[in-house]
């Protein structure tokens, strides 16, 4: 009789510091993705969202979850009572990621965005069928029969937007990403474990004893999890940094003495375009690529001599459109026309301007007034700048 007291009492407290880990990890990642938004506002993109809006409805369902195995274990009423607001939950949660999917896949053609209004439609009938079934006394099934969807949306998305990610990856990174999904992997399967429905029907085959013990190591396994989740996002970088490419505009490389251009890619032609000298009215008005690049050569120059006596130079200017983004070798000035400054983009124009050196400069006196020497840049500038799956695809349709 003492033994079984001393197990009860240890799998109460077993249970108790379980559910505390699982609370405590799964509010801090909740409020993690909300932070960094707030932080970068625009720059951080709206989808980064579904990543709190899934780990708030998980945190959400475990809190219930914890009330109910820790104050009303044998109470069947407040059991189901508690897995019907479990479905409430999971179900107002995926409207939030539905409307989130839709404007993710916004660009990407009608069909796509079109299915974020459909999972936004299907959250919304899941809702309202669970708390019209709550309060008529409706059975559990008939709530999780139309839940079903939305549950599976709400940790779907997140899983393929950290795929997503782990493509845009180039520093090395994809392992995280990968260990991160086995941490979402472990809360999912830890969750449906955790299905009313799937206790019993568990308990009815194992016994209720050899179940307690089943559910520990359950808890123990999406414990493993949150901790692998909360590690690999607090490592990585803020998500934007990741679509660092879609901010880039053109490179240029210009010779500061005689304020000529040896070397131009264009990575965004609509950017090009919306500024001053890529509009034809404002080139027959007098601006031009020519003058503004020269400008952007006497600028530095002025700045640089007010920073002279700290021995610095301007690396960074804001023209509002577009952030220009500059490194230094000798009479050359290595200028990155972006959208937005992201940290890597500096080290990439830093590599850039170093491989330049390596193998062109040698060829800057003799050849500055003969650009079309330094053509062959162009296949640096890609491999440091795009990505190189994407040079191969456009090899082959050549």
């Given at each position: 009789?003492l ?9 109460v407290?077993s ?7 699982i609370l ?8 993690f993705?909300i932070?960094?938004?707030m932080?970068?506002k625009d720059?951080?993109p709206a ?8 780990m708030?409805s998980?945190s959400v ?6 009330i109910?195995?820790?104050g009303?274990g044998g109470?069947v009423t407040?059991?189901d009572l508690i897995?019907?607001?479990?479905m409430i ?6 409207i939030g990621?539905?409307l989130?999917?839709f404007?993710?896949f916004r660009?990407n053609?009608?069909?796509s965005?079109t ?7 299907l959250?919304?009938?899941?809702t ?6 709550t309060l ?10 139309f839940a ?6 709400l940790?779907?998305f997140p ?5 997503q990610l782990a493509k845009?990856?180039d ?5 995280l ?7 979402v992997?472990?809360?999912v399967l830890g969750?449906?474990?955790?299905f ?5 029907s568990i ?9 307690s013990?089943v559910?520990l190591a359950v808890?123990v396994?999406?414990v493993?999890g949150?901790?692998m989740?909360?590690?690999g996002?607090f490592?990585?970088p803020?998500?934007?940094?990741f679509?660092?490419?879609n901010?880039l505009?053109?490179?240029y ?8 251009s040896?070397?131009?890619k264009?990575f ?14 404002e080139q027959?008005g007098g601006a031009?690529e020519?003058v503004f690049?020269?400008?952007?050569g006497g600028?530095?120059?002025m ?8 021995g610095?130079?301007?690396e960074f200017i804001?023209?509002g459109v577009v ?6 070798e000798?009479?050359?000035?290595f200028?990155l026309?972006a959208?937005q ?6 080290w990439k ?7 330049f050196m390596?193998f062109y400069g040698d060829?800057v006196?003799?050849?500055a007034k003969n650009?079309?020497k330094f ?14 799956t994407?040079?191969k695809?456009e090899?082959?349709?050549?």
């Amino acid at each position: 009789m003492l033994i079984l007291t001393i197990l009860d009492q240890f799998y109460v407290e077993s249970l108790l510091v379980s559910y505390f880990i699982i609370l405590i990890l799964g509010f801090e990642l909740s409020v993690f993705f909300i932070f960094q938004k707030m932080m970068r506002k625009d720059r951080s993109p709206a989808w980064i969202l579904a990543f709190s809006l899934t780990m708030l409805s998980f945190s959400v369902v475990y809190l219930f979850r914890a009330i109910l195995d820790l104050g009303y274990g044998g109470n069947v009423t407040i059991a189901d009572l508690i897995s019907q607001l479990d479905m409430i939950v999971v179900s107002v949660a995926s409207i939030g990621t539905g409307l989130l999917l839709f404007g993710f896949f916004r660009g990407n053609g009608r069909r796509s965005s079109t299915m974020g209004l459909v999972f936004m439609i299907l959250g919304m009938i899941s809702t309202v069928v669970n708390v019209i079934g709550t309060l008529m006394g409706w059975s559990i099934q008939i709530g999780l029969l139309f839940a079903g969807i939305p549950l599976l949306v709400l940790f779907m998305f997140p899983m393929y937007l950290l795929v997503q990610l782990a493509k845009h990856d180039d520093s090395g990174r994809k392992n995280l990403f990968y260990f991160i999904l086995i941490g979402v992997f472990l809360n999912v399967l830890g969750m449906l474990f955790n299905f009313r429905l799937v206790e019993v029907s568990i308990s009815a085959v194992l016994g209720t004893e050899v179940y307690s013990s089943v559910k520990l190591a359950v808890l123990v396994i999406i414990v493993i999890g949150l901790t692998m989740e909360a590690l690999g996002f607090f490592y990585l970088p803020p998500v934007d940094d990741f679509f660092w490419k879609n901010h880039l505009v053109a490179l240029y490389v210009l010779d500061k003495t005689s304020r000529f251009s040896l070397f131009k890619k264009v990575f965004d032609i609509k950017a090009i375009e919306a500024l001053p000298f890529g509009r034809k009215d404002e080139q027959e008005g007098g601006a031009s690529e020519t003058v503004f690049i020269s400008g952007i050569g006497g600028i530095t120059d002025m700045l640089s001599e007010t920073m002279e006596t700290s021995g610095e130079k301007v690396e960074f200017i804001d023209q509002g459109v577009v952030k220009l983004l500059l490194a230094y070798e000798g009479d050359l000035i290595f200028i990155l026309l972006a959208k937005q400054n992201v940290p890597i983009l500096s080290w990439k124009l830093k590599s850039f301007k170093d491989t330049f050196m390596l193998f062109y400069g040698d060829m800057v006196k003799r050849f500055a007034k003969n650009p079309e020497k330094f053509l062959p840049v162009d296949k640096i500038a890609s491999r440091i700048f795009v990505d190189v799956t994407q040079i191969k695809k456009e090899a082959k349709k050549a």
